[in-house]
């Protein structure tokens, strides 16, 4: 018998006309079970799309069994996997809400712990660059706080110290970057208020540094610019900035900037020094 040779295109339609015909095959298969009364059916197929990562799917099935199922025990079990249909098809806000209304739902439940630190894990996944609104950035580390205070003998104690440090420095660069903008701006009673704060609210911040000499700065041009009514007293408080400044960080690498900033205090303030 001659053996029939199939061409290289040919392959390729036969190939795509049997997946498509397999597509169709399951999207009817799916549209049946849609349509079915079949609880227990559609409650395990649920979970057979969830296993395989066809999360669309499987949460269409879940939601539309959880007002049936309200109630019972399958219920708690509907609800999580509801959340984790959302997590993984990447919507956090989504998951982190659907966690969150578990947690209030079914507060006794075994997945109560597993869920609030997921509730806490969208929120860091949401936090976005440090210069956008850090509104998700703050919901996180309160989130993170709270499972560290109702579990302490977690396992994820660990990890969410990690992430709480690491969305504090992102609150810290933006205060930073906040500050500087007022700065780079040229707007010295703005930029003053911004690096006070700062400084003030994140004492500790690996920024500090170039935050005093900005601040030492800004108090030195808004002097400079005043009038004279007002020169001398901000000349005075620019030069107590800048022995904070140099008391803190002798060996700065600002220095000699600092150091012509005070010549020129010193220089206006010398005039006054025969009235004292």
């Known amino acids: 018998m001659q053996k029939i040779i199939v061409a290289e295109p040919m392959r390729k339609i036969i190939f795509l006309f ?6 169709l095959t399951g999207c009817s298969d799916y549209q049946k079970l849609l349509k079915s009364n079949d609880n227990s059916l559609k409650y395990k197929k649920a979970i057979e799309y969830y296993n395989a990562e066809q999360y669309v799917k499987a949460a269409t099935l879940f939601e539309e069994l959880l007002p049936i199922y309200r109630g019972t025990s399958k219920a708690e079990t509907i609800s999580y996997y509801i959340s984790y249909c959302s997590y993984g098809q990447g919507d ?16 006794d ?20 660059k440090p210069r956008l609104d850090q509104t998700p950035t703050t ?7 709270l499972y560290i ?28 970057l906040s500050a500087r903008n007022y700065y780079d701006r040229g707007h010295s009673p703005s930029a003053i208020i911004a690096l006070q704060n700062s400084l003030k609210d994140y004492p500790g911040s690996s920024y500090r540094e170039d935050l005093m000499f900005m601040l030492l700065e800004s108090k030195h041009q808004l002097a400079y610019k005043s009038v004279a009514g007002k020169k001398r007293e901000r000349y005075n408080n620019a030069k107590e ?11 700065s ?15 206006y303030l010398s005039k006054f020094n025969t009235n004292n």
């Open 92 to 107: 956090y806000i989504s998951a982190g809400y659907f966690f969150r209304n578990f947690l209030k739902t079914f507060p």
């Open 241 to 251: 900035e800048y022995f904070s400044f140099v008391d803190e960080y002798p060996e």
């Open 18 to 23: 049997v997946l498509f015909a397999f597509v």
């Open 139 to 145: 919901n996180a580390i309160d989130a993170m706080q």
């Open 109 to 128: 439940s075994p997945y109560s712990e597993e869920s609030l630190y997921m509730s806490a894990y969208c929120y860091y996944l949401e936090s976005p």
């Open 253 to 267: 690498k600002h220095m000699k900037r600092a150091e012509k900033m005070i010549e020129d205090i010193e220089s």
């Open 149 to 176: 205070n109702r579990y302490p003998n977690s396992t994820r104690i660990s990890k969410c110290n990690d992430y709480i440090d690491e969305l504090q420095d992102k609150l810290v660069y933006k205060s930073y």
